[in-house]
């Protein structure tokens, strides 16, 4: 070989090793959600990706997987810990099965707007819970907003608690969600939300409980005739990365990532404000028929709730005095 062809070859070599190396630079976040790609989970999720992208100068990449494609919430969650999925959007229905303080945000009208949603979330008790994620080996990256809980069903107008008297209804995976039906008359059936469509079709359960967004995007009025508008819980959601991943970025990566989630969780807030404000008259429009209930009936029926010892015990991580003081400081921060 002559000095200009192995000149040639030697350059060749580099550009190949120096075009991997650059192809290899290349920070891959999967992330993954439970609900339909409309869903404002995905929207935020995908505006969550381009603003990574934007300020990494494409050196992160985050790709959504909705509509549990990577399995139920939690599974995702599962696979956080162990470093399977680097990222997840979900509810925090299957949250307190890792942290279950979080539960505290599961009890029945706790709150009563948003404003006083995004004191508590965003506040001392928020950032207080928040924290513990780390200890199970996932890291929260923000509040989002899943939103106020509504009843749907395929039998009867709910008017009042005791409409809801043997209506199978589906709930999310939570002890606290469970009693809650139960106190309102209700039979609840845990399962996974990638299942309930199909459910509510060949109508194995009567009803469900979710926020507009998640009713309107998942076509549940092709199957639910009854829309309630009761909210008896605000549920909020969780961005949430793997520890394990958390710990491979830079921090510069780090940086990137936190800025980015405050301002997705900002987009995602605004889009289920707008979503509630528009998807009720939407829902009409698609034949449900829409009940106005008075709130207070309800939040009497479920009271017990409050005072369940259970509830009160898992709410403070095992120590009833510290889930108390937890559910007092919430119900004051939230007036």
Not at 50 to 73: H, N, R, T, W, Y
Not at 94 to 115: A, I, S, T
Not at 266 to 285: I, N, V
Request: charged residues 20%; contains cysteine; hydrophobic residues 45%.
């Amino acid at each position: 070989m002559n000095k200009k062809s192995l000149a040639v070859a030697l350059f060749s070599l580099f550009l190949a090793v120096a075009l991997c190396s650059t192809a290899s630079a290349k920070t891959v976040l999967k992330l993954g959600t439970s609900t339909q790609p409309s869903h404002i989970y995905n929207l935020a999720a995908e505006k969550f990706g381009e603003i990574v992208a934007e300020k990494s100068g494409g050196d992160i990449e985050v790709q959504v997987f909705p509509a549990a494609q990577l399995g139920s919430e939690r599974d995702m969650v599962e696979g956080l810990q162990i470093g399977t999925l680097e990222m997840t959007l979900t509810s925090t229905g299957p949250m307190g099965n890792f942290v279950p303080q979080v539960k505290l945000f599961n009890l029945p009208f706790l709150f009563k707007d948003r404003e006083s949603c995004y004191k508590v979330l965003d506040g001392e008790i928020g950032t207080q819970i928040s924290d513990l994620f780390v200890k199970v080996g996932i890291r929260s990256l923000g509040w989002f907003e899943n939103g106020f809980r509504n009843i749907t069903n395929s039998k009867v107008p709910v008017e009042k608690p005791a409409d809801m008297n043997g209506l199978k209804i589906r709930v999310m995976e939570d002890d606290v969600f469970i009693l809650t039906m139960k106190a309102l008359g209700a039979s609840p059936l845990p399962m996974a939300f990638g299942e309930l469509y199909t459910a509510l079709e060949q109508k194995t359960v009567d009803a469900q409980e979710n926020p507009l967004a998640v009713i309107y995007s998942s076509r549940f009025f092709e199957v639910q005739k009854y829309l309630a508008m009761t909210g008896h819980f605000y549920s909020p959601a969780v961005l949430l990365i793997s520890e394990i991943t958390w710990q491979s970025l830079s921090p510069e990566q780090q940086k990137i990532i936190t800025e980015a989630a405050a301002q997705a969780r900002d987009y995602e807030r605004e889009l289920s404000l707008k979503a509630d404000q528009e998807l009720e008259a939407a829902c009409a429009k698609e034949g449900m028929v829409i009940t106005r209930p008075d709130k207070a009936p309800f939040a009497e029926a479920v009271a017990a709730v409050y005072t369940n010892p259970d509830v009160i015990k898992a709410i403070g991580g095992g120590d009833a005095a510290a889930g108390q003081k937890l559910i007092d400081a919430a119900r004051a921060a939230a007036q």
